[in-house]
């Protein structure tokens, strides 16, 4: 799998841990191994340009998620096809303001909204509670078996 991570926010975070999460994630969706993801961190006026231009909003919002071959998830017997999944756009300055608020850490949030991202880009959305349930149902279980997974080492 080809996870790149490129930091433009200015603000020191937990690289190895978001690009961990981010394949584990893609695992255990059964993305195809030689799938390709880019995740950039940028900072506020970054990330207040491209929610604009992107979603007609002012402000900088958290993470965005720009899919680019429209994978779905696979399943153990059927990967998704290799593919680029495409980019997601995290800001580590919102990021530590919400974890602020939720009382977790900034790189437990940035490892939340990396994992939010990915499902975005696999064509989940929470715009309909139904929709919501099932995003947010799958999103606690990969962030949970992945802090499962970093305790026991």
């Known amino acids: 799998m080809s996870i790149e991570l ?16 981010a394949a ?14 880019a995740i950039v961190l ?10 604009v231009r992107w979603m007609d909003e002012p402000g900088p919002t958290d993470v965005l998620s720009f ?6 998830p696979g399943t153990e017997d059927e ?19 919400q974890a ?4 977790h850490t900034t790189t437990d949030e940035m490892l939340l909204l990396t994992c939010h991202g990915i ?9 309909e509670p139904e929709e919501k349930a099932e995003m947010f149902g799958l999103q606690g279980e990969i962030l949970s078996a992945f802090a499962a997974q970093r305790r026991g080492r």
């Open 6 to 21: 490129n930091n433009e926010s200015g603000v020191e975070v937990d690289e190895q841990a978001i690009q961990r999460l």
């Open 24 to 37: 584990f994630a893609l695992d255990a969706l059964h993305v195809h191994a030689d799938a390709e993801l």
């Open 42 to 51: 940028v900072d506020e006026g970054a990330m207040e340009q491209l929610h």
């Open 67 to 72: 899919p680019m071959d429209e994978l779905r």
């Open 79 to 97: 990967p998704t096809p290799a593919g680029l999944l495409g980019d997601i756009v995290v800001c580590p300055q919102v990021a530590a303001e």
């Open 100 to 103: 602020k608020t939720a009382g």
């Open 119 to 127: 499902l975005h880009l696999l064509g989940f959305d929470h715009a």
